[in-house]
């Protein structure tokens, strides 16, 4: 279930270790601010755990692995179709199960959406297997920054990262769209008494999260192996982000993520087992400094 | 008349639960019975902070473990009495809750659902490998308990027998319990925290006190596993296993005895005879429990309720 990259090597040590440490810890950081996003968003507006935030991952991830021969190994028209092809099993998940369960108690629909997550998961063993399968790095060449190889993949994951940050931050600013969202998140109520269908809008924001989950899960193959579990480990990590971060705040998320990223990284450059179990322990650091009353 | 059979029905409610289990042998063994009635305890713990409380907690199979672990290393390390390992794993237990606790019962929704989730993963990480040396890790870890007096715990009987009495226990606690001024102030809590902390309750305090209680028990549940299997694996502690015992106590009834009660049997029948005819169980279990939530929320007592009231209704009219 390890989430750390397998390449990843915790017996190096000295100062170049700690440079390629803090490297994968800003990948790992990368990839679950990603992920993370939507279920700030859904959690933010709707008040909703949405277990199938995992489910959505894990297709990304598999769409990528086996559309891959049919794009003749072309990487990024794979991660798009990825992408895309969750499109209608996030709408589907929005309208026949979130919706029907608005106004009702939050418990129902962490149940609700945990089914769906269950379902999904034996679907794809059903469909590929429950053997792990792995994808190679797209790229294979590594920059040597500082004395320390840094493959470029992992590079570019970062600045990925950095600009959905960048547009994120201007489509919440910038568009109509993106502000009625922040209003949402802000006061519903108040959003609602001034004409707008909230909801409209927050499924679609439902679904924006979800292509970026899935696009998280697809850059995420080359580094990881596949199986259909992948989602439950990453769904708590992401959840962890997003506590620590503060709910449905966007920058919060963002710098919850690389921290720890990184705090998983360093944790596990001693401990490799334990990198995971960390983040819960700042979890619930972060929770005892500023409890969450909702 | 229907109602006043009823009535007479549910004063002699301990009796027949016992009646009913007590029925069970000669369909199951005796062992799968002890099963069924162990599950239907933690079904209760979890009932007392989902049901009554309002509170759904997504890593309830760490109190299990907790108590399962305690019994087994109480056995190796302490002395093979079966009652004090009982007693170390309540202990341990309420300890958990009440260390964890002020962490958790501040939260509600969504939050105490992932929070227990989180920590249950971390106490699966200590039970697999941290603590490894002393839990066996994967392999897991046996115990063994010497007979005190006439239990002697290597006996199917005897551990059905005293099962069924820590059941019948606990059913008699919860429900006195909740019929209680603090069971009541547990629903208003579920209800409306704000009115009951307007009338001056320190809920926390109160919250506090039934999640205790709540992993207590389940730690209980995870010691008489412990008794009746002699072995701990981590999969008593596994998270993934938590589905299990929400949709007991979705398909029960949330919020009562009865429905516990019903839940865990219910589950136990349905989770030991139709994965041996359904390849895909899990899909199963997710599909069920989406008709649960949007089709059978009230459960199977709650069903059963409605008709007795129907019933009553009538009788008057």
């Known amino acids: ?294 | 008349m229907q109602s006043s059979l009823f009535d007479t029905l549910k004063k002699f409610d301990l009796l027949i639960i016992a009646a009913i289990f007590l029925l069970f042998i000669p369909l199951l063994t005796m062992q799968r019975t002890t099963d069924f009635m162990i599950f239907c305890v933690f079904v209760l713990a979890f009932d007392l902070i989902y049901g009554y409380m309002g509170r759904l907690s997504f890593g309830h199979m760490l109190y299990l473990g907790v108590g399962a672990y305690a019994a087994a290393l109480s056995a190796e390390h302490l002395s093979g009495n079966p009652f004090l390992a009982l007693l170390v794993a309540v202990v341990a237990g309420g300890a958990v809750g009440l260390l964890l606790g002020p962490i958790i019962v501040r939260t509600t929704g969504a939050c105490f659902a992932l929070i227990n989730l989180a920590f249950n993963q971390v106490g699966f990480f200590l039970a697999l490998i941290a603590l490894a040396e002393w839990t066996g890790g994967e392999d897991g870890m046996a115990a063994f308990y010497d007979s005190v007096w006439i239990f002697d715990f290597g006996d199917p009987k005897v551990i059905f027998g005293f099962t069924l009495l820590c059941l019948i226990a606990v059913v008699y606690f919860v429900r006195r319990l909740t019929d209680s001024p603090f069971g009541i102030l547990l629903r208003t809590i579920k209800e409306n925290e704000t009115r009951a902390k307007f009338l001056g309750y320190n809920t926390f305090f109160y919250k506090l006190l039934a999640f205790v209680l709540s992993t207590s028990l389940a730690a209980l549940a995870g010691a008489l596993t412990m008794l009746n299997y002699t072995y701990a694996t981590p999969s008593f502690i596994d998270p993934t296993r938590n589905v299990e015992v929400i949709f007991a106590c979705l398909i029960g009834g949330a919020g009562n005895v009865y429905g516990a009660l019903a839940g865990g049997i219910g589950y136990m029948v349905i989770s030991n005879y139709l994965p041996n005819y359904i390849q895909r169980w899990e899909m199963f279990l997710g599909i069920a429990l989406l008709v649960v939530v949007f089709r059978f929320q009230a459960g199977i007592w709650g069903y059963c309720r409605a008709l007795i009231t129907a019933r009553k209704g009538e009788v008057k009219a």
Not at chain 1, 220 to 231: A, Q, R
């Open chain 1, 1 to 294: 279930m390890g989430l750390l990259p397998r390449t990843h090597h915790g017996a190096e040590r000295g100062g170049e270790g700690m440079i390629s440490t803090i490297a994968y810890g800003l990948t790992i950081g990368a990839i679950l601010y990603i992920i993370s996003i939507g279920l700030s968003l859904t959690f933010g507006t709707m008040r909703i755990v949405n277990f199938a935030h995992a489910l959505v991952y894990t297709i990304g991830a598999y769409a990528l692995a086996s559309s891959l021969p049919f794009f003749g190994g072309s990487f990024v028209l794979a991660v798009i179709f990825g992408v895309v092809v969750v499109i209608p099993l996030a709408y589907l998940i929005e309208r026949f199960v979130i919706r029907r369960l608005y106004g009702q108690s939050i418990d129902y629909a962490i149940i609700a959406t945990y089914a769906v997550l269950l379902i999904g998961v034996d679907a794809c063993k059903w469909v590929w297997g429950a053997t792990p399968l792995s994808v190679s790095d797209p790229i294979g060449t590594a920059w040597t920054i500082l004395g320390v190889d840094l493959p470029v993949y992992r590079l570019i994951i970062i600045a990925l990262s950095l600009l959905v940050f960048v547009v994120l931050e201007l489509f919440f600013r910038r568009t109509v769209v993106g502000k009625v969202v922040v209003a949402g998140l802000e006061d519903k109520e108040a959003t609602r008494s001034l004409g707008i269908n909230v909801d409209k809008y927050f499924s679609f924001v439902f679904i924006l999260g979800s292509c970026l989950a899935a696009l998280g899960g697809a850059l995420y193959v080359p580094i990881t192996s596949l199986h259909p579990y992948m989602g439950f480990q990453v769904l708590l990590l992401s959840f962890a982000v997003v506590i620590v971060g503060g709910l449905g705040n966007m920058r919060g998320t963002f710098v919850a993520a690389f921290a720890l990223g990184l705090v998983m990284a360093v944790t596990g450059r001693f401990w490799g087992a334990a990198s995971e179990t960390m983040v819960f322990v700042v979890m619930a650091v972060a929770l005892i400094v500023k409890p969450i009353e909702v």
